[in-house]
């Protein structure tokens, strides 16, 4: 089992480029969601979907654009890249299980973005 | 608001010296709390939820224990491969967002 999957693992832009992150599940999880890890910041929730077709915003969304064209996929594209989306970013997953959402997120490895 | 502390920020201890994190939260409507561990480099990995006051987990040399209030990771005789960040999160009743802590570094001593 694969769990979640990011790609690329590392990326450098300069400001103003565009970019998409790529993350994919083999779970089956309605729930996928973007964080950003920043030091003494803790993750904190950019996006997040609840199904295909299905996006929210988190705490953050500011500057990131998500879509959910499949239960597998959750890409989060940044439009025009600034210096403080320098970060790591975590793709997460999790399944609904019948309304209780309880269940523990999983996570990728994640994409270590530098923006310069 | 939704808030998650946790302390101490760092720890260091001598390989066999036992010791506790703790993870005090205010939400409303506690629907679980979950305890991850992650390595340099790497995502958070899922160690515990806990689900409702005085239930207790355990792993190996890690224990968690909930409380109204806060929830304490116990960790028993630890050796230099517990080395890591523990991170703490909350999931609130009627959302769909997980609440994480900043953490706690341990670095275990050999």
């Known amino acids: 089992n694969a769990g979640v999957t990011q790609t690329p693992k590392f990326q450098v832009l300069k400001t103003g480029q565009s970019m998409t992150l790529q993350c994919a599940q083999d779970m089956n999880h309605e729930y996928m969601s973007w964080y950003r890890q920043d030091p003494g910041m803790g993750l904190r929730l950019i996006h997040y979907s609840v199904g295909a077709g299905i996006t929210d915003q988190g705490e953050v969304p500011n500057g990131y654009n998500v879509s959910r064209s499949t239960t597998e996929d959750f890409p989060l594209r940044l439009l025009s890249a600034a210096p403080s989306q320098t970060s790591v970013y975590f793709c997460a997953s999790t399944e609904l299980g019948g309304g209780s959402y309880n269940s523990p997120l999983h996570f990728g490895n994640g994409t270590r973005l530098t923006v310069t | 608001e939704d808030q998650v502390t946790q302390s101490p920020e760092a720890l260091r201890l001598q390989e066999g010296e036992s010791s506790s994190l703790n993870c005090s939260y205010t939400v409303s409507g506690l629907r679980g709390l979950f305890w991850y561990r992650q390595d340099p480099g790497k995502g958070p990995e899922f160690l515990f939820t806990l689900y409702s006051a005085g239930e207790e987990k355990e792993k190996e040399r890690l224990k968690a224990t909930l409380t109204k209030k806060e929830s304490f990771l116990h960790i028993t005789a630890p050796k230099p491969e517990d080395s890591a960040t523990y991170l703490c999160?909350?999931?609130?009743?009627?959302?769909?967002?997980?609440?994480f802590g900043t953490g706690t570094r341990l670095k275990v001593l050999a």
């Open positions: 999160a909350v999931n609130r009743a009627g959302t769909y967002k997980y609440i």
